[in-house]
Nanobody, 124 residues
Framework: QVQLVESGGGLVQAGGSLRLSCAAP????????MAWFRQAPGKERDFVAV????????YYADSVKGRFTLSRDNAKKTLSLQMNNLKPEDTAVYYC?????????????????WGRGTQVTVSS
């Protein structure tokens, strides 16, 4: 079982930055691929980015490529998402997700463990 707790959300103006964190205090964090998804009101939960268990590989949605950077610290059991040049369309609840196995999975149904989410609001 993996417990995930997100933090770092908030309100920011367009063009600004935020850094989201996901803590995983229990379980073997280093065994899991870790991802971020986001869900805007009335929309489906969309893939944002994923990182492999050993940090060797990352993959980003086209909508965030070049603006967001995903990293992890297996010793501290934390996942971080640095979000720069934020746009109003980035407004959503951001969720941290974890699962074992191949890292390059972009469907929410492929992840077994989820946090409760953190709200990101970008004003224009």
């Amino acid at each position: 079982q993996v417990q995930l707790v997100e933090s770092g959300g908030g309100l920011v103006q367009a063009g600004g930055s935020l850094r989201l964190s996901c803590a995983a205090p229990g379980g073997t964090f280093s065994a899991y691929s870790m991802a971020w998804f986001r869900q805007a009101p009335g929309k489906e939960r969309d893939f944002v980015a994923v990182i492999s268990a050993n940090s060797a590989y990352t993959y980003y949605a086209d909508s965030v490529k070049g603006r967001f950077t995903l990293s992890r610290d297996n010793a501290k059991k934390t996942l971080s998402l640095q979000m720069n040049n934020l746009k109003p369309e980035d407004t959503a609840v951001y969720y941290c997700a974890a699962d074992r196995g191949w890292y390059r999975r972009t469907k929410s149904a492929e992840y077994a463990y989820w946090g409760r989410g953190t709200q990101v609001t970008v004003s224009s």
